[in-house]
């Protein structure tokens, strides 16, 4: 099972506006389940849930983070960039395949 | 407050054997699927491992037959033992707490690194 694709990296000046994608397969991302999840991990941390069920945000986290869906690719927005949003950010889905989740690469979120 | 600790990891020599525990409190843990994600240096993470309290446990390709996990509701813990070690297993353990019928992650716990080399 190979993980699910992000950028690199993605950059932004305050009070910018940046979006991630994620981009998997029909087995995964694309399937008939919403199982889409984003976790933020700041350097030396625990992974955060930012976002669950492709568009739902958990108590706590800041109605800036947004996500969205569109046949095999996700994404996460992030509005109103600020210095704390800094930091990695990584989609995750379930699969129908033997992995059972699936990870994507990882994207460093710069903010300029 | 849900809290999840991590413990048990350390330098082990490859081929050798550790078992990690993650000790869990402020919610029913009897009620929540348990899992273990690993991230490697400076990599993404990985999924490995799922243990519901029916007795269901589930095994990434990359750790299944090495890898054995379990859980004791009673005391509120999860382990991982890992045996047959390599070096591509050094990494961040996490443990993870899920809702029965979601996909995502809720909580996870700080963490604890296992080294494996000579």
């Known amino acids: 099972q190979s993980a699910l694709t992000q950028p690199a990296s993605v950059s932004g000046s305050p009070g910018q506006s940046i979006t991630i994608s994620c981009t998997g397969t029909?087995?995964?991302?694309?399937?008939?389940?919403?199982?889409v999840s984003w976790y933020q991990q700041h350097p030396g941390k625990a992974p955060k849930l930012m976002i669950y069920?492709?568009?739902n945000r958990p108590s706590g986290v800041s109605d800036r983070f947004s996500g969205s869906k569109s046949g095999n690719t996700a994404s996460l927005t992030i509005s109103g960039l600020q210095a704390e949003d800094e930091a990695d950010y990584y989609c995750s889905s379930f699969t129908t395949s033997s992995a059972f989740y699936v990870f994507g690469t990882g994207t460093k979120v710069t903010v300029l | 407050e849900v809290q999840l600790v991590e413990s048990g990891g350390g330098l082990v020599q490859p081929g050798g054997s550790l078992r990690l525990s993650c000790a869990g409190s402020g919610f029913t843990f009897s009620s929540y699927e348990m899992n273990w994600v690993r991230q490697a240096p400076g990599k993404g993470l990985e999924w490995i491992s799922y243990?519901?309290?029916?007795?269901?446990?589930l095994y990434a390709d990359s750790v299944k037959g090495r890898f054995t996990a379990s859980r004791d509701d009673a005391h509120n813990s999860l382990s991982l033992q890992m045996n047959s070690l390599r070096a591509e297993d050094t990494a961040v353990y996490y443990c993870?707490?899920?809702?029965?019928?979601?996909?995502?992650?809720?909580?996870w716990g700080q963490g604890t690194l296992v080294t494996v080399s000579s």
């Open positions: 243990t519901y309290n029916d007795g269901t446990i």
């Open positions: 069920a492709v568009t």
């Open positions: 029909s087995n995964d991302v694309g399937g008939v389940y919403d199982f």
């Open positions: 993870a707490r899920k809702r029965f019928g979601t996909a995502h992650f809720d909580y």
